[in-house]
């Protein structure tokens, strides 16, 4: 299985990369890590109004869902979605291993994800009621599927 973070946004602070290859690296082949970046919409400067924040959404959604593999399990990461704890996360890690489908995992901009990334979505996953930087959001999703992973294969890494 190969699991692909889609993400918006290019060219992250160093400790974000680091970060993210830490965890990614230590996937076994048989549950890949594998990120695809996503070019932001452009921005002026100064504040936006509400209808340029739409289209910038909804251009960044496009590239998002353009990315999305044939057959993938989509899953948006949203706020208003289903918070996992890390024991429901590897249940959810062992649905999608015995599913035979590749899960994408779509975080979107600083904005946030365009409605056609949440509607194309089967399953919505909440980290947190607290808000993140989106570059952060890429080292937690490592990280806690890297810990998934542990969990399912008796791996002594998590000691919950």
């Known amino acids: 299985m190969r699991i692909r973070l889609l993400s918006v946004g290019r060219r992250m602070p160093g400790w974000v990369a680091d970060g993210y290859a830490e965890y990614a690296r230590r996937m076994p082949p048989e549950c890949a890590l594998e990120l695809v970046e996503i070019e932001p919409g452009q921005r002026g400067r100064g504040r936006l109004g509400a209808a340029e924040l739409d289209r910038l959404r909804r251009d960044e959604g496009e590239r998002l869902l353009k990315a999305v593999p044939n057959g993938a399990l989509v899953v948006a990461l949203d706020v208003?979605?289903?918070?996992?704890?890390?024991?429901?996360?590897?249940?959810?890690?062992?649905?999608?291993?015995?599913?035979?489908?590749?899960?994408?995992?779509?975080?979107?901009?600083?904005?946030?994800?365009?409605?056609?990334?949440?509607?194309?979505?089967?399953?919505?996953?909440?980290?947190?009621?607290?808000?993140?930087?989106?570059?952060?959001?890429?080292?937690?999703?490592?990280?806690?599927?890297?810990?998934?992973?542990?969990?399912?294969?008796?791996?002594?890494?998590?000691?919950?």
């Open 80 to 160: 208003r979605g289903r918070p996992w704890s890390t024991e429901q996360l590897a249940q959810q890690l062992d649905g999608w291993l015995g599913s035979g489908r590749d899960p994408a995992l779509l975080v979107g901009g600083a904005d946030g994800l365009a409605e056609s990334c949440l509607a194309r979505a089967e399953q919505r996953w909440s980290l947190s009621p607290l808000t993140f930087p989106h570059p952060l959001v890429r080292v937690i999703l490592a990280e806690q599927l890297y810990r998934a992973w542990s969990i399912l294969s008796g791996h002594p890494y998590h000691r919950g």
